[in-house]
């Protein structure tokens, strides 16, 4: 059974810092390449930052870059999310998400296993 599972996730002020986890088992993880995505109310989910498989390719989306860092430790199947200098517009529902064989797509329809979420909140 996979399982992809969320966590980390909470209420901050703008300026603030948040790591979130997302633990994944039930398939080979280092096959995978990984990523996060998030969704708004009322808005489509969007890509936010992708890593491949072993890392060596990073991808993430224009409003993030130089805020948020994406990782992933193979040994214990997990991949992250640093978030950094947070904003208001940055609170979101954000889910991680494997994508097979890949390269750290930000195409959606890509990724084969989604978590939950878990809510990010920033306040102003």
């Known amino acids: 059974q996979v399982q992809l599972v969320e966590s980390g996730g909470g209420f901050v002020q703008a300026g603030d810092s948040l790591r979130i986890s997302c633990a994944v088992s039930?398939?080979?993880?280092?096959?995978?390449?990984m990523g996060w995505f998030r969704q708004a109310p009322g808005k489509e989910r969007e890509f936010v930052a992708a890593i491949s498989r072993i890392g060596g390719v990073i991808n993430y989306e224009t409003s993030v870059k130089g805020r948020f860092t994406i990782s992933r430790d193979n040994a214990k199947n997990t991949v992250y999310l640093q978030m950094n200098s947070l904003k208001p517009e940055d609170t979101a529902i954000y889910y991680c998400a494997a994508d097979y064989d890949g390269l750290g797509s930000d195409f959606l329809d890509r990724y084969d296993y989604w978590g939950q979420g878990t809510q990010v909140t920033v306040s102003s």
């Open positions: 039930g398939l080979p993880f280092s096959n995978y390449a």
